[in-house]
């Protein structure tokens, strides 16, 4: 996934809410069919992994799915992962795949999927977490720092936010992915359409 997630990820600071250009902002389709009912929006967020990783990387036709780099990274992937199952056999390799594949989802880590750009102060785009949880995944949370200094280590983005206050104490921050996520599920006002998105550029479906 890391190539992709590069190119995709560079992309998605360049042209944040673009629907044409970043793969973080849900298209008009998807947004129809998971609506804001809970049932919709949990196994929405159970598949997420293959909704980022595959559904949304197609629908952006301006961006080249498959390029060189992508290609060599899945030669150089297939090889190694056979290498893998053939010395640890198939339930080990399987375990990986699982592993990757719900990695995101429907559990609290899969929660920093809404806390980072969905709306729940009018006026503000972007979101940080600032609870425990930041310890095990390496200050994933700080995403308003992230965007401000995209280039600083993510082990360094918690002494952003003590050397600047002034710019992050009064932003909205969410506290617990744990809540966030019952809250996105049950909340009938929540839904991925929760985004903003550049004014004049929206994509068709």
Known sequence: AAI?????????????GEPDLDADVPGPLEVKLIGRTAPRKAIWLLF???????VRPMRLRRVRFFDGWTALNLVCQVACMAAFAA???GR??????????????????????????YVFKDGQETYSYYGPLNKLCFNMGYHN???????????????????????????????????LLFRFIMDSRVGPDRRTVRPGRAASP
């Open 145 to 179: 720092e992230h965007h401000d200094l995209v280039t600083v280590p993510w082990s360094r983005l918690p002494r952003i936010r003590a050397l600047a206050p002034e710019f992050y104490d009064d932003l909205y921050a969410h506290r617990s992915w744990t809540a």
């Open 92 to 117: 080990a390799l399987a375990f990986l795949g699982l592993s990757s594949f719900f990695a995101i989802g429907l559990h609290p880590f899969g929660a920093r999927w809404i806390q980072e750009h």
């Open 87 to 89: 010395l640890a056999g």
């Open 48 to 54: 997420f992994s293959f909704v980022q990783g595959v």
């Open 4 to 16: 992709s997630f590069r190119k995709y990820h560079l992309l998605h600071h360049r042209h944040l």
